[in-house]
């Protein structure tokens, strides 16, 4: 059990850093990025007004959504799906804790099922918001959310568990994901195999990384010129302002799951200096990021269900192949 | 590994769970509660008949319809997946209405269960 002086630290960890505080200026910092690398790639500047280079852009438009009256139509749902999506942003929150941005991480045995489990809850409730107001165009989205999920999450579980299992199996990493973290980089050099399997769930975890996120070709929930704007069509005001929130909260969140397990965690730092292993584990996370929005912005949309033909004749091959070589290798 | 805070599974659960609720409980009072009090609520409620109705192109629309989310997964992935939907559809209908398939499957279900209580 946690005494006091833990449970304090970990209150703090959970709302200044590397929890709320800390999450809505990484937010800030990773949306003010992304607008001005979709602008240098679209020949515009990007936000340039509020604040130096328009950094606090994102800042503002989220005060500006938040200030704004809830409007819910008569067919709505009013209170839950505002609480649902709120806790699915803590649920997202919570998970910074485990992660090497933490400067005292929390770890159990076979935490990896619990993480796993917390990070399904951010599609779900993004679902629920979406169906809150009645839309056919919501309702469209919604089903090729789902058709996407289905055809991306397992296979991507299977990418995650790769080196979760090979870590587990060779340095009594306990199936923890933090744990994991701390070995990640000595993972790829254990043996031809489990090179293979590493390199394996590196390109079927990343796949599954740009379908989980709606990154282009795999944006058809949201493709807007289909259905205006996808699951976001009906929100307006507070309501989207947290479905943003929601959804940039989860675009920091998996790429670092995804820096953690498969580019070496905090590799070269020593995982026990926290403050050095978050800046590296940072650095590595920005320029995953910077590949997903250039990725983003010059892709074509995939249609769904050619969107979805791609990932079970891909990337469930390549994800499930990898999770055979680490539990033989 | 003696970095960090070690916990059982249980106890990793109940804190995440604990966690949860208290970002998710800030999150809904500082973004939504707050900001509503302070400026949104005070939006004066000018009462035009078709304030909170449904409206679809700038038009009232009385009832909106949703279509059926799971016929749209399940028609998606039919799509995505043409012929082996069709062999599956023909074979379902041309063999799983005889009544011999369901006794192979009761067979097999009986040599099973005999194994597993063996």
């Known amino acids: ?329 | 590994m003696a970095f960090g805070m070690i916990f059982d599974p249980y106890e990793f659960v109940a804190l995440m769970s604990g966690l949860i609720a208290l970002i998710g409980l800030s999150v809904y009072v500082v973004f939504y509660e707050l900001f509503q009090e302070a400026a949104g609520r005070k939006v004066a409620e000018e009462g035009t008949p078709i304030r909170y109705y449904p409206v679809m192109g700038g038009w009232d629309a009385d009832i909106s319809e949703t279509p059926a989310i799971g016929r749209l997964v399940v028609d998606i992935l039919q799509r995505a997946w043409k012929n082996a939907s069709k062999v599956l559809s023909r074979g379902a209908k041309a063999y799983m209405r005889d009544w011999y398939v369901y006794a192979y499957i009761v067979l097999l279900a009986l040599v099973v269960a005999a194994l597993m209580v063996r």
């Open chain 1, 1 to 329: 059990m946690v005494n006091a002086t833990q449970a304090l630290n970990l209150v703090f960890e959970a709302l200044v850093y590397p929890g709320l505080l800390f999450t809505i200026v990484l937010v800030i910092a990773t949306q003010w990025y992304s607008r001005k690398i979709a602008g240098r790639i679209q020949y515009r500047r990007g936000p340039t007004y509020t604040g130096p280079a328009g950094f606090l852009q994102p800042l503002a438009d989220l005060i500006k959504l938040v200030s704004k009256e809830d409007l819910v139509n008569e067919y709505g749902l009013r209170k839950s799906p505002v609480v649902v999506a709120a806790l699915a942003i803590g649920a997202l929150i919570a998970l910074m804790l485990v992660t090497p941005l933490a400067y005292s991480p929390v770890m159990a045995p076979y935490d990896i099922i619990i993480v796993i489990y917390i990070i399904l809850l951010s599609p779900l409730a993004l679902a629920y918001l979406a169906l809150s107001q009645p839309n056919p165009y919501s309702g469209l989205a919604v089903g090729r959310y789902l058709a996407l999920l289905i055809s991306a999450d397992p296979a991507y579980t299977a990418a995650l568990l790769t080196p979760i299992i090979l870590a587990g199996r060779h340095f009594s990493t306990w199936f923890s994901l933090y744990a994991t973290s701390t070995v990640a980089d000595r993972l790829w050099i254990l043996s031809p195999a489990s090179f293979i399997g590493m390199a394996l769930a590196a390109v079927g975890g990343f796949i599954g990384l740009l379908a989980i996120l709606m990154i282009k070709p795999f944006d058809f929930p949201e493709a807007e010129s289909e259905l205006y704007w996808g699951l976001f069509t009906e929100l307006g005001g507070p309501r989207l302002a947290l479905a943003f929130f929601l959804k940039f909260v989860e675009d920091i969140l998996m790429p670092l799951i995804y820096v953690m397990l498969f580019l070496g965690g905090p590799w070269p730092a020593p995982y026990s200096n926290w403050w050095l292993s978050a800046i590296v584990v940072l650095l590595k996370y920005w320029v995953v990021l910077t590949i997903i929005r250039l990725i983003e912005n010059s892709m074509p949309r995939y249609r769904p269900d050619q969107g979805v033909k791609f990932l079970w004749k891909y990337l469930y091959p390549i994800s499930f192949l990898a999770l055979i070589v680490a539990i033989i290798a």
